[in-house]
């Protein structure tokens, strides 16, 4: 019989190894991440093209803020230019995009020019690219405790009420299904303090390609080990 091949609603993907593609190649650290907005464009496209319905892309984690400076500055202005100049080509895919992390640290014209993207695609049905941009799960968890607390404090709710739906209404992903396959490249096998709560029963999957080097056809490739897997959600399934 023949099956139709399973295809991820959420695909979420750490993007990883832009620094030693740049190393290999004898450049500076940033010239990888300037190779990876192609890979970015490259991951829209094949997820539109393959009518995956949400793309979480993790781009800089609050961790990030350590690295060297020239190195958060080039980060910095690369996707200042990337949220600017790319709207337009978005809205024309039928890509809404959301930018998720702590706001906090942004300057008002960054801030607005997060506003302007997410205005811009506001019409997208094809595809919602989340990009996930100063964002560490950890925090975003204990945000969550800290305005259920509070609304149990205020007398706004019980704690019987804190519930697995009330923790995930308060998270960052609120609107967003848990992703069903996370993607990081680079060979690394970790989450880097990427989506702990929400990945509870995803697929993983660790190419060891670098994130520059990401094209339509590594997303191609990582669709069709998706669809080889059996998901149990702790049950037992013809396949077991
Ligand atoms: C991922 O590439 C991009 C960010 C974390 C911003 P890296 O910069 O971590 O590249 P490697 O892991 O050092 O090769
Ligand atoms: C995770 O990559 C963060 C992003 C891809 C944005 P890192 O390169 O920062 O993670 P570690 O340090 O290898 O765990
Ligand atoms: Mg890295």
Same mark, same amino acid.
């Given at each position: 019989?023949?099956?139709?091949?399973?295809?991820?609603?959420?695909?979420?993907?750490?993007?990883?190894?832009?620094?030693?593609?740049?190393?290999?190649?004898?450049?500076?650290?940033?010239?990888?991440?300037?190779?990876?907005? $192609?890979?970015?464009?490259? $991951?829209?496209?094949?997820?539109?093209?393959?009518?995956?319905?949400?793309?979480?892309?993790?781009?800089?984690?609050?961790?990030?803020?350590?690295?060297?400076?020239?190195?958060?500055?080039?980060?910095?202005?690369?996707?200042?230019?990337?949220?600017?100049?790319?709207?337009?080509?978005?809205?024309?895919?039928?890509?809404?995009?959301?930018?998720?992390?702590?706001?906090?640290?942004?300057?008002?014209?960054?801030? &607005?020019?997060?506003?302007?993207?997410?205005?811009?695609?506001?019409?997208?049905?094809?595809?919602?690219?989340?990009?996930?941009?100063?964002?560490?799960?950890?925090?975003?968890?204990?945000? $969550?405790?800290?305005?259920?607390?509070?609304?149990?404090?205020?007398?706004?709710?019980?704690?019987?009420?804190?519930?697995?739906?009330?923790?995930?209404?308060?998270?960052?992903?609120? &609107?967003?299904?848990?992703?069903?396959?996370?993607?990081?490249?680079?060979?690394?096998?970790?989450?880097?303090?990427?989506?702990?709560?929400?990945?509870?029963?995803?697929?993983?999957?660790?190419?060891?390609?670098?994130?520059?080097?990401?094209?339509?056809?590594?997303?191609?490739?990582?669709? &069709?080990?998706?669809?080889?897997?059996?998901?149990?959600?702790?049950?037992?399934?013809?396949?077991?």
């Amino acid at each position: 019989m023949n099956r139709v091949k399973a295809i991820p609603t959420h695909v979420a993907i750490i993007m990883d190894g832009n620094g030693r593609w740049a190393k290999q190649r004898g450049k500076e650290r940033s010239e990888g991440h300037f190779a990876g907005v $192609a890979s970015v464009r490259a $991951a829209v496209r094949a997820a539109v093209r393959n009518g995956v319905k949400w793309l979480t892309l993790y781009a800089f984690s609050t961790e990030n803020w350590g690295r060297p400076i020239q190195e958060v500055e080039a980060i910095m202005e690369l996707f200042c230019r990337t949220v600017v100049g790319e709207g337009d080509e978005l809205a024309r895919q039928g890509v809404r995009v959301k930018i998720m992390g702590e706001h906090t640290h942004f300057s008002p014209s960054v801030i &607005e020019m997060i506003e302007r993207i997410e205005n811009t695609t506001v019409g997208g049905d094809k595809l919602t690219l989340v990009l996930a941009f100063n964002y560490s799960s950890r925090r975003e968890i204990m945000l $969550a405790a800290q305005q259920l607390a509070k609304r149990v404090a205020e007398g706004e709710m019980s704690a019987e009420e804190i519930t697995e739906e009330s923790i995930s209404s308060a998270l960052m992903t609120s &609107e967003i299904p848990d992703p069903d396959f996370i993607i990081r490249t680079s060979g690394e096998c970790r989450l880097s303090n990427f989506l702990l709560w929400q990945a509870s029963y995803a697929e993983f999957y660790f190419p060891e390609v670098l994130w520059p080097d990401f094209d339509e056809t590594e997303f191609d490739k990582a669709l &069709e080990v998706y669809a080889e897997r059996d998901r149990r959600y702790g049950l037992v399934t013809e396949e077991s």
